[in-house]
């Protein structure tokens, strides 16, 4: 079994360390708070190809001393710890992958220690402390989240760069922006976004619940949360009025569903814009036309599940409906990569001025 402990004497060193350490130098050091989660093992298994990187450590409360892979049989065999015992300066670069309402605090351990935070829970994702309080009503340090730069990569690149606090976006508003996003920036949408969007069951999380187990989810499609219920929709309008540039940004009426499915998202989103069938498309392609994690497909296919499942990558369709002005959008995402694990070693990337597809 590989143990993650690493030697907390040796605390001053930095990422360039010698061999005593047992830490290959030139590597960045990562821990990973909140390992036995779908998205903190999904970040383990990725993150263990990465050559710039290596694992110092990987925690659990309730799972510490033993391996991850008596959570997840296809995960790394490393030994979890407790997060009491791992210290912030033993690190470069942490991953908190810890549920809503439980992490503001210790991003700011970690900041103060100088350390780079990717946040993969709802925390810092709304920078309206108002909007925070009446979606997720979780405690968090005033401020904290205007200090995040907000990780949806393709379109924040340059304030993530800069930053060291990120805070990655949720899976569905991640797979809507996608999709929407080039048409958003081109400030010629009307009325409302309709956005219809399905997800496999591991968006849930690993804790079993009565709707997600196998006799309930199997053979099955389930609405839950329609119309403006949902705690991404408020996510989801923020980055609409961000991309637009304005406060006055079309509302968004979104209908999730989960699907019978391990992981991948769809959304088939129906827009109303001023511009040509063909105005659109080219837009889509310059927007994307160099993206490496970005496939737009040709005129007359859609996106689906299979183009996507296991790897970073979004799929999106463009299709006109004719007689109208509206155009519906189909994008897909691996929920736990692109929508979660993966942007998120993508956003690391990018802070450390690595190769983006690096470990992806």
């Known amino acids: 079994m590989m143990s993650c402990t690493y030697q907390r004497t040796r605390t001053t060193m930095n990422r360039h360390t010698d061999s005593s350490t047992h830490i290959t130098p030139s590597k960045w050091r990562v821990g990973v708070l909140g390992a036995t989660g779908m998205t903190g093992t999904e970040l383990i298994k990725q993150l263990q190809h990465h050559d710039a990187c290596q694992i110092v450590y990987a925690t659990s409360r309730g ?30 670069i942490a991953f908190i992958c810890l549920p809503h309402g439980t992490t503001a605090q210790i991003t700011e351990r970690y900041l103060k220690h100088n350390v780079r935070v990717l946040d993969l829970s709802g925390d810092l994702r709304l920078t309206s402390e108002r909007l925070h309080q009446t979606t997720y009503g979780t405690p968090r340090p005033e401020g904290l989240a205007k200090e995040a730069a907000y990780g949806l990569t393709e379109f924040n690149r340059e304030q993530i760069k800069h930053s060291k606090l ?61 119309g403006r219920h949902h ?38 989103i129906t827009v109303e814009t001023s511009l040509s069938f063909q105005e659109v498309r080219a837009l889509y392609e310059e927007a994307y036309g160099n993206e490496p994690f970005v496939r737009l497909l040709p005129e007359g296919r859609q996106a689906q599940l299979r183009a996507i499942q296991g790897t970073n990558h979004t799929v999106i369709g463009l299709h006109e409906v004719e007689g109208s002005q509206h155009i519906v959008i189909t994008s897909a995402i691996d929920n736990l990569l692109k929508g979660a694990a993966g942007q998120a070693i993508q956003n690391m990337n990018v802070m450390l001025g690595l190769p983006e597809t690096q470990g992806l």
């Open 63 to 92: 799972s510490a001393g033993k391996s991850l892979q008596d959570i997840d049989p296809s995960a790394p065999d490393i030994t979890l710890q407790s997060p009491e015992a791992c210290a912030p300066e033993d690190v470069d």
């Open 231 to 268: 705690r991404h929709v408020p996510e989801i309008e923020q980055t609409i009025s961000r991309l637009a540039e304005t406060q006055e940004s079309p509302k968004v009426i979104f209908n999730p569903h989960t699907v019978p499915v391990e992981r991948g998202m769809l959304a088939t």
């Open 166 to 226: 990120v805070s990655n976006p949720g899976c569905y508003p991640t797979c809507s922006m996608m999709g929407l996003a080039p048409l958003i920036q081109s400030k010629t949408v009307t009325g409302t976004i309709v956005i219809n969007a399905v997800s496999g069951i591991s968006g849930a999380g690993r804790s079993p619940k009565a709707g997600t187990h196998f006799c309930m989810a199997y053979n099955d499609v389930k609405p839950y949360k329609v």
